[in-house]
T-cell receptor, first 112, second 111 residues
Framework: KAGVTQTPRYLIKTRGQQVTLSCSPISGHRSVSWYQQTPGQGLQFLFEYFSETQRNKGNFPGRFSGRQFSNSRSEMNVSTLELGDSALYLC???????????FGPGTRLTVL | AQRVTQPEKLLSVFKGAPVELKCNYSYSGSPELFWYVQYSRQRLQLLLRHISRESIKGFTADLNKGETSFHLKKPFAQEEDSAMYYCALLISSGSARQLTFGSGTQLTVLP
């Protein structure tokens, strides 16, 4: 069974731009969670989607948003990028509840 | 506040020695805890969960509600155990659930 895939793997953007990251969960998984990973803050929860609905949201500004499609694929968007948004963004999927999660390889975002 | 604390950022042990990675949690509900591991240049993956009470790759972890701890242990460390280990707590609020991770412990097993 194919694992969680994330595209693109690397991105370089400049301040003020916006970016969209994509995540394809494991087939049959309906819950998709997003995390931001940085050396200073570790793994920080962004949001979780289930059946196209945002079920939970972490403590991030409104510039961070996401959505989920009917095939469970998910996207996250960051608008008006700031230098501090540079991070590894991880997507994880699970069958129903976000407990035993399977992680993707991440998208490395660099904001210049 | 609901949080997970891993007090050691770095931990080094010699091959064959016992290893214990500490994890403490703070949670008002019934805790559901996990250990995730990230080997070099690999993706984060689930190592074990407390509800299954299983041993994976020789690692075990026991939930101690009195001490609010979920320490990860292995009696004889191997070089291939060198990795970043994260303790995680599933926080539930109604239908909303999220995994909250500790800051991680980098384990190095020396030859």
């Amino acid at each position: 069974k194919a694992g969680v895939t994330q595209t693109p793997r690397y991105l370089i953007k400049t301040r003020g731009q916006q970016v969209t990251l994509s995540c394809s969960p494991i087939s049959g998984h309906r819950s998709v969670s997003w995390y931001q990973q940085t050396p200073g803050q570790g793994l920080q929860f962004l949001f979780e989607y289930f059946s196209e609905t945002q079920r939970n949201k972490g403590n991030f500004p409104g510039r961070f948003s996401g959505r989920q499609f009917s095939n469970s694929r998910s996207e996250m968007n960051v608008s008006t990028l700031e230098l501090g948004d540079s991070a590894l963004y991880l997507c994880a999927s699970s069958f129903l509840a976000p407990n035993e999660q399977f992680f993707g390889p991440g998208t490395r975002l660099t904001v210049l | 506040a609901q949080r997970v604390t891993q007090p050691e950022k770095l931990l080094s042990v010699f091959k064959g020695a016992p290893v214990e990675l500490k994890c403490n949690y703070s949670y008002s509900g019934s805790p559901e805890l996990f250990w995730y591991v990230q080997y070099s240049r690999q993706r984060l993956q689930l190592l074990l969960r407390h509800i299954s009470r299983e041993s994976i790759k020789g690692f075990t972890a026991d939930l101690n509600k009195g001490e609010t701890s979920f320490h990860l242990k292995k009696p004889f460390a191997q070089e291939e155990d060198s990795a970043m280990y994260y303790c995680a707590l599933l926080i539930s609020s109604g239908s909303a659930r999220q995994l909250t991770f500790g800051s991680g412990t980098q384990l190095t097993v020396l030859p």
